[in-house]
């Protein structure tokens, strides 16, 4: 399924690195919020943005409204419910 507004979404394929969740859909002029693992759930709440060469999607953590930010799409896979 493709990623969009509303959308569940694992994070996947990023290994020992983690993924970089930034404050802004770009990789320049933007800092790093949080770093997360393989297996992280989150809400999709804004996008998708064309930047740096990427998709970047906004994600929220369902748990938590304040873990938020963007993130390329080449991690995030919609989960079925």
Same mark, same amino acid.
């Given at each position: 399924?493709?990623?969009? &507004?509303?959308?569940?979404? &694992? !994070?996947? %394929?990023?290994?020992?690195?983690?993924?970089? !969740?930034?404050?802004?859909? *770009?990789?320049?002029?933007?800092?790093?919020? @949080?770093?997360?693992?393989? %297996?992280?759930?989150? *809400? !999709?709440?804004? %996008? $998708? !943005?064309?930047?740096?060469? @990427?998709?970047?999607?906004? /994600?929220?953590? $369902?748990?938590?409204?304040?873990?938020? %930010?963007?993130?390329?799409?080449?991690?995030?896979?919609? *989960? /079925? $419910?």
């Amino acid at each position: 399924a493709a990623i969009q &507004i509303g959308s569940t979404v &694992i !994070v996947e %394929g990023v290994g020992e690195q983690q993924l970089n !969740v930034r404050d802004a859909a *770009t990789l320049s002029n933007s800092n790093v919020r @949080f770093r997360v693992s393989d %297996g992280t759930i989150f *809400t !999709v709440t804004e %996008g $998708p !943005v064309q930047e740096s060469g @990427f998709t970047w999607w906004r /994600i929220q953590d $369902p748990n938590d409204v304040n873990r938020n %930010g963007w993130a390329v799409s080449n991690f995030l896979q919609v *989960t /079925i $419910p």
